[in-house]
């Protein structure tokens, strides 16, 4: 079972950048993904990558300001997030092992890290 460890959340302001990273403990999983949970809210699938980046999926709610991508030899995905706005404050999670069929389905992950929290300020 993989295990996987989010990092790089933090306090910004509106409209600044944050990258997140997420390290994996074994390699193997093509379809990896980021999420995010704000209090009172549903987890929210928000980006995912296939293999090296061959595929790139985004939800509409982000895409043009964030960037997913991965470094295989180093077993790890990074999220930049760019243009940050308040509504974006949630805890990201990571997963791995997603289903093609919705890349952006958090419910069709098995695996999960412990999140990173983000805050942006207004």
């Known amino acids: 079972q993989v295990q996987l460890v989010e990092s790089g959340g933090g306090s910004v302001q509106a409209g600044g950048s944050l990258r997140l990273s997420c390290e994996a403990s074994?390699?193997?999983?093509?379809?990896m993904g980021w999420s995010r949970q704000a209090p009172g809210k549903e987890r929210e699938g928000v980006a995912a990558?296939?293999?090296?980046?061959?595929?790139?999926y985004y939800s509409p709610s982000v895409k043009g300001r964030f960037t997913v991508s991965r470094d295989n030899a180093k077993n790890t995905m990074y999220l930049q997030m760019t243009s940050l706005k308040p509504e974006d404050n949630a805890m990201y999670y990571c997963?791995?092992?997603?289903?093609?069929?919705?890349?952006?389905?958090?419910?069709?992950?098995?695996?999960w890290g412990q999140g990173t929290q983000v805050t942006v300020s207004s």
């Open positions: 997963a791995a092992g997603g289903r093609m069929e919705n890349p952006l389905d958090s419910t069709g992950y098995p695996y």
């Open positions: 074994t390699a193997g999983y093509k379809l």
């Open positions: 990558i296939y293999d090296g980046g061959s595929a790139t």
